[in-house]
Every structure is written in C-alpha cells, then in structure tokens.
C-alpha cells in the first residue's frame, strides 16, 4: 500500500487577471521507505506541490480539487489546526535554506525540544537526550555540547543537518525536502544526499526530494518524475528516466548535463523558457520548445500512459504523443 497518494491535485490562484491554474491534474504516490524524486525548471510546480502535501499552501493559492492521502487518510481537506498535529508527528519537512527553519534567537537544542515534546509526551530530560541522539545521527560532532549553541554559530552544511534533525524528530513516516542540498557546496551536498539515503533505509520513512539537480536525482532516488508547466511529463523508476527518456523534455534536460567523456565547445540546452501561467499554450505545454512536435501535439493534451519498460523494471509513464503515435504522422 503506498505511503502517499497524490490524486488529480489541481490548485489555482485568484488574481485580478482571473483564475490561474498551477498544478494541473497532478498525481503520483510514494511507497514507504521509497525515495521520489520530483524535477523540473523553475516554475514547474515542484516546491507548490510540495507545500500543497504539508498543507503550507499560501493565500491566494488553494486546492481547487484532487485529494491528498497520507496512510489511507485524507489530509487536504484537514483545518490549521487538525495539519498541524500531521505535520512534525506524520510529516517532516526539509527546505532549501536552513535559516528560514530556524528561530536564531534560540538554541538548536531548545528548538528541538519544543518540536520533540510538541507531538512526543516526554520529560524535559528526555526530550533533551532525545534531541542530542538526532543530532548524532545527523553527523553534527560533539553533539551534547553543540545542543546549547545557536544557529548562527553553525556551518551551513551543520545548519542544514540541524533541520533535518528537526525534520526527523516525531519519526515522521514522510519527509518533504525541497531543494535541501542546492545552497551548499558540492562535499557537503554528497554528505547531506547520503544522510537522506540512510534515513530512509534506517527508518523506513519515505521521502519526496524536490529539486532541478538531476545528478542528486541519479544519485539518490528510486522513482523520479518529471514536471513541467505544473503536470507531471514523465514518472518511472531513476535509471530508466535518465538513460532511456521517453518524453522530449526529459531528454532535453539530460542532454544539458555536462559529460565529460565528449568533446563539445557547447552545452545542449532547451530553448525558450517555461510559460507563464497566463499564457500556458493548448495541447502539451511543450510543444513550442518540443524539436519532435507533431500538429496533434498544438491542439490535444495527453495524459500519462505506459512508455518504456527495461528488463526486471516497472514500466515508466509519459504524457507525449510520441509514445502513441506513428514517428512518421504530422511531423512539422
């Protein structure tokens, strides 16, 4: 039974220009102790998925439809107060910069406390001992005298590893991590990026890692999916996404990684850039950057279907014409 069920999620924002759409149709679920990856240029909905799951969704955004299941248990439909008492105990959440997760005017220790003892019924002592043993796990040394220090006296990498202390500190059966690894540099990256993987193997939990790093995708997740103009393109086990990609966006972002094997003055790219949400076109949202853009593509909208299948894999799921229709019919 999976973990987390995202089904048809669709979440809209009022403005004075009228009603603008910012996910479309979402739907996804993650299995516990499974690692998804969610990836896609900025401004292709991950972070708003993401905080649509905490239920952190900012006014004027909402969930116009779709439903949210976390165990079974409908959460998206729950008030301030019923998400509150989920989020910490059933969900944690890791976000890009650790400073906007912590309070500088107190200790990481006393932070951790009031989390620990805001869903656990423990004692002052033992939350505290408690507290000190997650940041153990999270790899901060001398972690019974670090306990007392304060935010600002940490590295950014430490800072971050305090978060997810805080993160993991009801034993939440879900982590929400957006961009955790993109303000630090590339040592502490792979550090933080093992963390997760031994987190999730240790505990059980599932995670859902919200990034535009496909390297951190390849290196840490079991499933990745794709997002662009707020749906999903793409969702298929890791290695089949990334070495055999089916829709044309997936390819266009794995052909703008660098590879040092080939010889190249240029890097690939992807032109023109994301729409707006007020000018979303008809049909695939790609079609105006897609090179293989077939006339059904301007008119029709496709939905995820069965595409490619490796040997001892699931198959992966596309939303692209190409993978229902003949190569050859209404190229332009």
Not at 12 to 39: K, Q, W, Y
Not at 64 to 74: H, V, Y
Not at 296 to 314: A, D, K, M, S, Y
């Amino acid at each position: 039974m999976s973990l987390l069920q995202v089904k048809n999620l669709v979440v809209e924002f009022s403005s004075r220009h009228g009603v603008l759409r910012a996910l479309d149709g979402i739907s996804f679920d993650i299995a516990p102790g499974e690692i998804l990856g969610v990836v896609g240029e900025s401004g292709a909905g991950k972070s708003l998925t993401g905080a649509s799951i905490i239920g952190l969704l900012e006014p004027p955004g909402r969930i116009a439809s779709g439903e949210i299941l976390l165990q079974g248990q409908r959460i998206d439909q729950l008030n301030n107060d019923q998400m509150r008492s989920i989020r910490g105990r059933k969900i944690g959440a890791i976000f890009q910069d650790p400073l906007t997760s912590l309070n500088p005017l107190y200790s990481v220790g006393k932070q951790l406390v009031e989390t620990i003892q805001a869903h656990l019924p423990l004692s002052d002592a033992e939350a505290r001992q408690r507290a000190i043993g997650l940041l153990e796990d999270t790899g901060i040394p001398a972690a019974a005298e670090r306990i007392d220090h304060f935010p600002h006296q940490f590295s950014g990498g430490m800072r971050q590893r305090v978060v997810i202390a805080l993160a993991l500190a009801a034993e939440p059966q879900l982590i929400v991590a957006d961009e955790p690894t993109t303000a630090l540099d590339v040592s502490i990256q792979a550090q933080i990026i093992s963390l997760l993987k031994n987190i999730c193997k240790q505990r059980g939990a599932a995670v859902m890692l919200i990034t535009h790093d496909m390297g951190v995708i390849a290196e840490t997740c079991d499933r990745v999916a794709v997002m662009y103009a707020g749906r999903i393109v793409e969702v298929g086990p890791v290695q089949q996404v990334i070495h055999k990609p089916a829709h044309p966006y997936t390819a266009g972002l794995m052909a703008s990684i660098p590879d040092m094997a080939v010889d190249r003055e240029r890097l690939n790219q992807i032109d023109g850039a994301m729409p707006r949400l007020n000018a979303i076109p008809k049909g695939c949202a790609f079609n105006p950057r897609c090179p293989q853009v077939l006339e059904r593509c301007r008119h029709e909208r496709p939905e995820l279907i069965q595409g490619v299948q490796l040997q001892n894999q699931l198959p992966t799921q596309v939303a692209c014409w190409l993978t229902s229709t003949p190569q050859t019919e209404g190229r332009l």
